[in-house]
């Protein structure tokens, strides 16, 4: 059963729904940068107005009051508060994020707060590089420690980076982010980058002794073999140790799996992990009080040569069955799971694959778990003024079951938190791939805010903690 003070939730990031992107004293991030590149997002989408949630705060989170919401988790924008990255803080940035956390309060939401959501202020781009280069981590941890002082006293909910693995992949490997590069070695050097910045930001957080509770989330894919050969069932062991363990291990042990981190040196494209790195990595893999996760969806892996299929750009249109396989030669490939259903955007909808995913996460770190993002990306409509996203109930309740089925198995779970509350900018997607319980009309100057019949549903689950869809 979950627990009287589960932590019902919505998660959203600063890019995504503030816009403002250039309004009170606010700095320039390699977003605000990114998106003005023809052809790098969908049909030219941007944050610059996205739901205008800067303007639109109050309005918001009295809806998330009346859906019940225990929690809300957002991100800070780094060049609100610093806009140049480092240096004289912004107190309209400051005043903007009180503003929030005390909305939040009143309604006796529980703030969680996300130090750094993708992005960067792009002065430390240009300056050396962002993530390649270890000059993040002191940046980044000034930058946390005035979060700290200016919050603290009221956030109990800390996560320090979002999805690191997908950034680093999206931004180095497959050139999809910023700063759009296509280079292994430098991944997996951003990578621990991050790993790094995660262990200062948490070390700081325990040795200035604020009470709340820290950690980071990590994108996690549970895996299955393709089929019952010795070499698909090779893949998948592949898979955990170069992509799921791998990139937990690093922020939860302080040290990779030792099969892939081989691999990875044999191929030349290990990070530099120096004996300092590795004794603050396990000390701060101690402190960290939780792990974050987010789960969309789990992987089938197959084997894949090593003149074999790598990796390629995703869906971003919602033209259902347009995605092509993908995968590391040597290692494994990503293949369609025929037992299971797929949305538009081409991912795989395995609510099985988040109770597997608990459960070794839980066996392999012993932490509490936090649900820091799920949920579906559709087509809504609008009919008669209402949305009836019954597809999305039915995603919700299946995945927020499977959440059940682990608290029954031991899990520790502390949160969930569904993606997103009101319908925000996807990164790649635009405006057209809707997550929230709130419709926006984006067509429409005054982004009026609809409920769906989603909220509804959600709102039920709070009240009656959860006990609503496990009735039948
Ligand atoms: C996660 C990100 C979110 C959000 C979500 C949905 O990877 O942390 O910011 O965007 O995925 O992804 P998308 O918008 O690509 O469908």
């Known amino acids: 059963m979950f627990k009287s003070d589960f932590l019902w939730g919505s998660a959203s990031s600063s890019y995504q729904v503030e816009g403002a992107f250039n309004v009170d004293g606010k700095g320039v991030s390699i977003w605000d940068e990114w998106v003005r590149i023809p052809g790098k997002t969908f049909k030219g989408t941007n944050g610059d107005i996205a739901t205008d949630h800067y303007h639109r705060y109050k309005e918001d989170i009295a809806l998330m009051a009346e859906q019940g919401l225990k929690t809300y988790r957002f991100s800070l924008s780094w060049t609100r508060i610093l806009p140049q990255g480092h240096g004289k803080v912004n107190e309209k940035g400051i005043e903007f994020y009180n503003n929030i956390i005390n909305e939040c ?54 996560i320090v980076i979002n999805e690191p693995n997908i950034f680093t992949e999206l931004g180095y490997l497959l050139a999809m982010h910023p700063p759009g590069k296509t280079d292994m070695k430098l991944k997996f050097q ?15 957080f325990k040795e200035k002794g604020y009470s709340g509770m820290i950690g980071s989330s990590i994108a996690y894919s549970n895996g299955y073999p393709a089929s019952d050969t010795l070499e698909d069932i090779e893949a998948c062991r592949r898979y955990y140790e170069t992509v799921s363990y791998y990139n937990m291990d690093i922020y939860s042990k302080g040290e990779y799996p030792e099969w892939g981190f081989n691999y990875l040196k044999e191929m030349g494209v290990a990070p530099e992990v120096t004996l300092e790195d590795t004794i603050l990595l ?20 197959a084997y894949n040569p090593v003149n074999g299929v790598g990796l390629t750009v995703f869906n971003t249109t919602g033209e259902k069955g347009s995605s092509k396989e993908s995968g590391i030669p040597g290692l494994f490939k990503m293949v369609r799971n025929p037992n299971l259903e797929y949305t538009d955007w081409d991912w795989v909808i395995d609510p099985q ?75 790649l997607n635009g405006y057209q791939k809707r997550y929230g319980f709130v419709y926006i009309d984006f067509e429409d100057d005054n982004l009026p805010r609809l409920k769906k019949d989603s909220f509804l549903f959600y709102q ?8 609503s869809i496990l009735k039948d």
């Open 105 to 158: 309060l009143k309604y006796g939401i529980e703030p969680m707060v996300t130090i750094y959501h993708w992005d960067l202020p792009k002065t430390l781009q240009d300056d050396y590089l962002g993530w390649e280069s270890r000059q993040i981590v002191e940046d980044f941890t000034n930058y946390a420690a005035i979060c700290f002082e200016r919050f603290a006293d009221r956030v109990n909910y800390w």
């Open 190 to 204: 951003a990578y621990h980058h991050t790993a790094l910045v995660h262990a200062s930001v948490v070390k700081l």
């Open 282 to 301: 396990k000390e701060a893999a101690k402190l960290s009080d939780f792990i974050g996760i987010n789960y969309y969806q789990s992987n089938t892996l």
């Open 353 to 427: 694959g988040l109770t597997q995913s608990l459960i070794e996460i839980t066996n392999r770190y012993q932490k509490p778990l936090i649900i820091s993002e799920n949920g579906l990306g559709a087509f809504d409509k609008v009919e008669d003024g209402r949305v009836h996203d019954d597809y999305r109930i039915d995603y919700l309740a299946k995945h927020i079951k499977a959440c059940h089925d682990a608290l029954e198995e031991g899990v520790n779970l502390l949160a969930y938190c569904a993606w997103s509350f009101t319908d925000i900018l996807s990164w």
């Open 460 to 467: 039920e689950v709070i009240e009656t903690n959860g006990r």
